[in-house]
């Protein structure tokens, strides 16, 4: 029986540090609990929210500086709520599209790499070119000469 209390408060303890976070109600530790935010964005949404509540998450964006759509969606996977709503706009980024990201990366590197490669035979080429014309044209052709006879 001890063994079923202890599961079911270890089971409401882990529901509550998933529970999520309303910006218009958390306190500042609250919200650096989110991951993302740390004590300069708490502090800014702090001080913002003494203004007065925030309405949604467009005007969370407007009076939070540092914040932006893509911040938002995170924020908003991570458990940060605004009025008990989480953010509907742009969607943040899934750890499955973050290998298409970084993949994307990688190639847009790879191509800017054989690029500037591609630049640089270029240029060698160019530069052997007018070596060899160059050379060819201080090579003054030799008369053959004969041999004294004897």
Excluded: C, H
């Excluded at 740390?38 to 467009?58: A, L, Q």
């Excluded at 509907?88 to 690029?115: L, S, V």
């Amino acid at each position: 029986m001890l063994k079923k209390i202890l599961t079911l408060v270890a089971m409401l303890y882990a529901a509550l540090s998933f529970a999520a976070v309303d910006v218009n109600k958390g306190t500042a530790a609250d919200l650096d609990g989110i991951k993302g935010i740390g004590p300069g964005i708490s502090g800014k949404i702090v001080d913002e929210r003494k203004k007065g509540n925030f309405k949604d998450w467009n005007d969370f964006i407007e009076r939070v500086k540092g914040v932006g759509e893509g911040n938002a969606a995170k924020f908003s996977a991570e458990g940060l709520t605004v009025n008990g709503a989480g953010f509907k706009g742009a969607a943040a980024t899934t750890p499955a599209a973050a290998p298409a990201a970084k993949e994307e990366k990688k190639d847009a590197k790879a191509d800017a790499k054989a690029q500037k490669e591609a630049d640089k035979k270029t240029k060698a080429d160019e530069k052997q070119k007018k070596a060899d014309a160059k050379a060819a044209k201080d090579a003054k052709p030799v008369a053959p000469t004969e041999a004294p006879k004897k």
